[in-house]
C-alpha cells in the first residue's frame, strides 16, 4: 500500500503560483512513478504531468506546458508540482497519484494509488 497526502492548495490571483507537494509512504518511492491531475466541479479528472520513478522523465500536459513543473525528491519521497501564471480555469482540485513500476503514465486508469486531493482556486 503507499498513502499519498498533498499539501500547499489555496486561493490565489490570476498570475501568481503555488506550489503543491504530495508525501508519499509505504513503498520505495523511487521505484514508483508519479502523477499530477485535476478535478474541476462537473468535469472529469484531467491529467496535468507525470513523472517517472528516477525523475529522469517528465511529461505534461499541452494546458500546462510551460507554466507547471513537477519534480520529486526520492531522499524525502515527496513529489512536487510548482505552478506559475495560474489562470482562473486551473481551478480545481487537485490529486497526485503512484503507480506500482516507475514507468511515467497518463491515464488515471494506469495510476494504483491516490491522494485525498487539495483545492486550488485562481481568482479572477
Known amino acids: 500500500q503507499v498513502r499519498l497526502v498533498e499539501s500547499g492548495g489555496g486561493l490565489v490571483q490570476a498570475g501568481g503560483s503555488l506550489r503543491l507537494s504530495c508525501a508519499a509512504s509505504?513503498?520505495?518511492?523511487?521505484?514508483?512513478?508519479m502523477g499530477w491531475f485535476r478535478q474541476a466541479p462537473g468535469k472529469e479528472r484531467e491529467f496535468v504531468g507525470t513523472?517517472?520513478?528516477?525523475?529522469?522523465?517528465?511529461h505534461y500536459a499541452d494546458s500546462v506546458k510551460g507554466r507547471f513543473t513537477i519534480s520529486r525528491d526520492n531522499a524525502k519521497n515527496t513529489l512536487y508540482l510548482q505552478m506559475n501564471s495560474l489562470k482562473p480555469e486551473d481551478t480545481a482540485v487537485y490529486y497526485c497519484?503512484?503507480?506500482?513500476?516507475?514507468?511515467?503514465?497518463?491515464?488515471?486508469?494506469?495510476?494504483?494509488?491516490w491522494g485525498q486531493g487539495t483545492q486550488v482556486t485562481v481568482s479572477s
Open positions: 513523472i517517472s520513478g528516477s525523475g529522469g522523465y517528465v
Open positions: 497519484a503512484a503507480r506500482q513500476i516507475s514507468i511515467a503514465a497518463t491515464r488515471p486508469g494506469h495510476f494504483d494509488y
Open positions: 509505504g513503498r520505495t518511492f523511487s521505484s514508483t512513478a
